[in-house]
């Protein structure tokens, strides 16, 4: 649990850090906290992918461990999500939330997969390992080509005169997505899962009804212009207690 929270408070420094420079999402920040959140993302990284191997190791593995494992990496999707918007500079835009979204809701079905299925074997290319590897290197290329990049348009043949940040999103959604049916399809075809898949999506409900809430309080009011990492904060804590919650 040391090494567990000693990655989230790196990973919540690193936030916090960043919503000081910048906290509305939409200015360049200096060159040194790219490469200071590029640090705090591959620390996290290293000490979540330790945490488990110590505690099997010393024999402290623990049902309670678990829980609190999922729960701080529940809540820190939200804070890396967060961390990327400033690289991208999204802004308080509906892609502030698209991307929240992107990213806590593979971490969502890869906990499910997890749950049902017994063990969680992760596919050769994934979130925690190439998804993190991918937004350092986005980082670290932000300091050293300029923050200027994410808004400029984007020279990829079809892309529309979309910005770079644009572009850049719509590679994480698709790429989420894959992640997604991946973990559906593992748990539609294991031969240990005790529950029906009616059951799965039952358990499904209460994320649905959060997402579709959390839509409506944006649409019908400026709470996303006004107080953004406010609310991206709360919605990522709410977030990890319904991954908490199904776990129990």
Known sequence: NLVTMTGTMIALSSNFMLYILAPAFDVPVPVWAYVVDAFASFAYQTLDNLDGKQARRTGSSSPLGLLFDHGCDAFNSTTGALSQAVVMQLGPTWQLVAL??????????????????????????????????VLVVAKLLTAYMGPEIWTQACSLPYAGGLKNNTAFLMFLWIGSHFVILH??????????????????????????????????????SDIEETHPCTLMWWIGLLFALIVMNIML
């Open 183 to 220: 973990n559906t399809l593992t748990i539609y075809k294991s031969k240990h899962r005790k529950d029906s898949m009616w059951t799965v999506c039952h358990q499904l409900l209460p994320y649905g009804m959060f997402q579709l809430g959390t839509m409506l309080w944006v649409y019908v």
């Open 100 to 133: 929240w979204q992107v990213v806590c809701t593979p971490f969502l079905f890869t906990t499910l997969e997890e749950l049902h299925t017994g063990e969680l074997i992760l596919p050769i290319v994934n979130g925690p390992t190439e998804g993190i590897l």
